[in-house]
């Protein structure tokens, strides 16, 4: 690892009330020194203080400034760090930064505080990665489920599996080799019984990536539904702002229409499409072949039945579209004299679910909020004892492992000698050391932190 001292804002580049500049490693107290004019040296302090003074070039005085002073190893990165709180301007930022580089430190390159700290043991990779997820967090489970990973919930829950399956590597390592005192006898059945638990342990962890990728990038979800059905008002209640145009007008959304939405802590990545209809008009027909394609692609179908109009072929076509697929059906305008109940979607849908709503008046949207998490998250998502995969990376690491502890069962199965066992064991061992870092290369490390934020 380079020793260098580093520095770089860590706050966002726009004017606010503060920035802050971090300073770490081992010449950390040095280089403020140097720039810090305060009632003593930095470097003379007590550890874990504050302190006022100006941060000054040559003679020139750049900011007027707040300096936390923090001996390592209790620090972010387990290093020697200074933190210069000063004025919020992007100028003055930048030139407190580009003092203290003057001054003897070097540039952070993406991530690099965060690397130091897990190269210094202050944290393992799962927590690592947990940072940036904190940082790019749009929504509240995807913040909780963050925050959750970064108290080492992931980290826990592999080291006990790498536990269980390293105690079992080690005695039929040790039985191998000293067969007088060691007896392997009736161990296989043990292991097979221990090994299936691992596997469905593994299945379960991989199941709940889908979960982790809902909360962590949001839910695609797709409207769909005649003219005039009310999508591009739902689409606006759902967005509290007008975001499409509502007319009378049939055919009025010929194109996509796309909007991020906050819904109950849930992050709904929504596509309001054009009605669905037979259609001469050029434009509006390819509108409606676009609607067709994303809903294929979506995680959940909104269906917006219109409820004073009877269904027609327009209507059977959508059902077409929407069979197996995650779908809730709205019946809307529930405010006017109605022609269709939900009695009788019901009939048509199946298991589908169908809420009366009314996006005018903005009624049964707190249903449609609740019966999405009963879908996505069988209830209230809990970040006490559930684990949340969100990592691709992590996700692969996890089949891995579950195909090493398969073939564990195989050998098994098979009769094979006690030594195979072992080393899909070890497989299964090392998979899941690269998910916290106890087993990865120094380029995947590199290419980790290089998708974090500068300063973090």
């Not at 040296?41 to 007590?46: A, E, F, G, H, T």
């Not at 925050?147 to 590597?169: A, C, E, H, M």
């Not at 209809?277 to 269906?303: H, M, N």
């Not at 579209?321 to 709205?330: A, E, G, P, Q, V």
Request: glycine content about 8%; some cysteine.
């Amino acid at each position: 690892m380079k020793r260098e001292t580093i520095a770089a804002i860590s706050t966002g580049m726009t004017n606010s009330g503060i920035g802050i500049v971090r300073i770490s490693g081992e010449e950390a107290f040095s280089v403020a020194d140097r720039v810090f004019m305060g009632k003593e040296k930095l470097s003379d302090v007590k550890s874990h203080t504050i302190h006022y003074g100006h941060i000054k070039d040559g003679e020139d005085t750049v900011d007027e400034v707040l300096v936390m002073a923090m001996r390592g190893p209790r620090t972010f990165t387990g290093e020697d760090t200074v933190e210069i709180n000063c004025h919020g301007g992007t100028f003055v930022v930048k030139r407190v930064l580009e003092t203290v580089l003057k001054n003897g430190a070097r540039a952070a390159e993406p991530g690099e505080f965060t690397k130091r700290a897990f190269l210094n043991g202050k944290m393992d990779l799962s927590q690592a990665e947990a940072v940036i997820d904190v940082i790019n967090s749009e929504n509240e489970y995807a913040l909780k489920s963050s925050l959750n990973q970064l108290k080492g919930s992931v980290r826990n829950k592999i080291t006990d599996i790498r536990n269980r399956i390293l105690y079992n590597t080690a005695y039929i390592e040790s039985a191998l080799d000293d067969p007088e005192h060691i007896s392997l006898e009736g161990f296989s059945s043990e292991l097979e019984k221990t090994t299936a638990g691992i596997r469905n342990e593994l299945s379960e962890l991989i199941r709940s990536a889908d979960d982790g990728r809902i909360i962590k990038e949001g839910i695609n979800t797709v409207i769909l539904g005649k003219p005039n059905a009310g999508k591009s008002s739902l689409l606006n209640v759902l967005s509290g702002y007008e975001r499409a145009i509502v007319t009378d007008i049939e055919g009025t959304t010929r194109d996509i229409l796309e909007e991020q939405i906050s819904l109950g802590g849930l992050s709904l990545n929504v596509i309001d499409t054009a009605g669905i209809r037979r259609t001469d008009d050029v434009i509006e027909r390819i509108g409606v072949e676009r609607a067709a394609e994303y809903a294929e692609r979506a995680d959940l179908i909104i269906y917006v039945v219109d409820a004073s109009r009877k269904l027609d072929e327009n209507d059977e076509k959508i059902f077409s579209m929407i069979y197996d697929k995650n779908t809730i059906i709205l019946l809307n305008k529930s405010d006017l004299d109605t022609v269709i109940s939900a009695e009788e979607i019901k009939e048509r849908a199946g298991n589908i679910p169908v809420i009366s709503v009314s996006a005018k008046e903005e009624q049964g949207i707190r249903d449609l909020e609740e019966q999405i998490k009963s879908m996505f998250f069988k209830g209230d998502v809990s970040f006490n004892d559930q684990v949340y995969i969100s990592n691709v990376r992590q996700k692969n690491a996890l089949i891995d492992a579950r195909e090493s502890m398969e073939k564990v069962l195989e050998s098994i199965e098979n009769g094979m000698p006690e030594d195979f066992y072992s080393i899909d064991l070890m497989d299964a061992y090392e998979s899941l050391g690269s998910i916290t870092g106890e087993s990865v290369g120094e380029d995947l490390v590199n290419e980790i932190f290089s998708r974090f934020c500068m300063g973090k």
